[in-house]
């Protein structure tokens, strides 16, 4: 059976204040869920206090984005490997807003696909279509394409250490929500990609949902059979929901959605 992730996607939000507190409440909560996976992903600028505070507990850290090579010339960037010296364990690659407002491209992502891998960080690579693109009937076309590219550079044995996140732009933000049914009809077709190159691996990687997961939408999404957990915006932002959506995803007997 696949562990579920539960990730906190932090976007640019937080002073030093609000992290600090935002990681003390996530951290009393945390330990009741010791059968999934609890990871959260903060501003560059606060990975030292997280690393901090997150030492010695059972919550993981990453990171929102990196830069290809280890060092060089380019101001502003963040490498694998300085991700990796600050206790990251994952790292979100392909995010929908980077891939709209940054404009990055197809190569560009699989290229940073790579480099957190040769760097020691596990991908979550983020997969999904605009809301003209589902109208359209284009989701698995798109779907296929975002995945395909990352493997014919990467290699199918890549996601062997990776993560697939399904982000329906549509519901991201929007008041939207993919319905369970459509969450899961989107993450069987990713798992159905996957087996048609590697059985091993498709049975065994982790796809998440990321189209905004809520308290009051989780256990329904989760209850999927491929939903392996989900990738968190607005809600990770309060410890309280997020917990929540730890407890929905957690089968421990105390666990519970309060």
Same mark, same amino acid.
């Given at each position: 059976?696949? *562990?579920?992730?539960?990730?906190?996607?932090? @976007?640019?939000?937080?002073?030093?204040?609000?992290?600090?507190?935002?990681? &003390?409440?996530?951290?009393?909560?945390?330990?009741?869920? =010791?059968?999934?996976?609890?990871?959260?992903?903060?501003?560059?600028?606060?990975?030292?206090? #997280?690393?901090?505070?997150?030492?010695?507990?059972?919550?993981?850290?990453?990171?929102?984005?990196?830069?290809?090579?280890?060092?060089?010339?380019?101001?502003?960037?963040?490498?694998?490997?300085?991700? @990796?010296?600050?206790?990251?364990?994952? #790292?979100? /690659?392909?995010?929908?807003?980077?891939?709209?407002?940054?404009?990055?491209?197809? %190569?560009?992502?699989?290229?940073?696909?790579?480099?957190?891998?040769?760097?020691?960080?596990?991908?979550?690579?983020?997969?999904?279509?605009?809301?003209?693109?589902?109208?359209?009937?284009? =989701?698995?076309?798109?779907?296929?394409?975002?995945?395909?590219?990352?493997?014919?550079?990467?290699?199918?044995?890549?996601?062997?250490?990776? #993560?697939?996140?399904?982000? %329906?732009?549509?519901?991201?933000?929007?008041?939207?929500?993919?319905?369970?049914?459509?969450?899961?009809?989107?993450?069987?077709? /990713?798992?159905?990609?996957?087996?048609?190159?590697?059985? &091993?691996?498709?049975?065994?990687?982790?796809?998440?949902?990321?189209?905004?997961?809520?308290?009051?939408?989780?256990?329904?999404?989760?209850? *999927?059979? &491929?939903?392996?957990?989900?990738?968190?915006?607005?809600?990770?932002? &309060?410890?309280?929901?997020?917990?929540?959506?730890?407890?929905?995803?957690?089968?421990?007997?105390?666990?519970?959605? *309060?």
């Amino acid at each position: 059976m696949r *562990k579920s992730l539960i990730a906190g996607n932090w @976007k640019m939000h937080g002073s030093l204040s609000q992290v600090k507190s935002l990681v &003390d409440n996530i951290k009393q909560g945390a330990g009741a869920y =010791t059968d999934i996976d609890i990871l959260v992903l903060p501003v560059f600028v606060h990975l030292a206090l #997280v690393h901090d505070l997150l030492s010695h507990t059972p919550v993981m850290w990453g990171a929102q984005n990196l830069y290809l090579g280890t060092q060089g010339a380019y101001t502003g960037e963040v490498s694998g490997p300085m991700l @990796k010296e600050l206790g990251c364990q994952y #790292v979100l /690659i392909g995010h929908s807003e980077r891939r709209t407002i940054f404009r990055e491209d197809l %190569p560009l992502l699989a290229a940073k696909f790579k480099a957190a891998l040769d760097a020691g960080l596990k991908p979550i690579l983020c997969v999904g279509e605009t809301r003209a693109q589902r109208e359209n009937g284009e =989701t698995e076309a798109v779907v296929r394409e975002q995945l395909e590219s990352v493997i014919a550079f990467a290699g199918i044995s890549a996601f062997a250490q990776a #993560v697939i996140a399904y982000e %329906p732009v549509w519901a991201i933000g929007t008041g939207l929500t993919a319905t369970p049914e459509q969450a899961q009809e989107v993450h069987a077709y /990713i798992r159905d990609l996957i087996t048609q190159n590697n059985v &091993d691996i498709a049975k065994t990687i982790r796809i998440l949902y990321g189209g905004s997961m809520k308290p009051d939408n989780a256990a329904s999404l989760l209850a *999927k059979p &491929d939903i392996d957990g989900g990738l968190i915006g607005g809600a990770s932002l &309060d410890a309280g929901s997020f917990l929540a959506i730890c407890a929905a995803a957690s089968r421990e007997p105390t666990a519970a959605i *309060k």
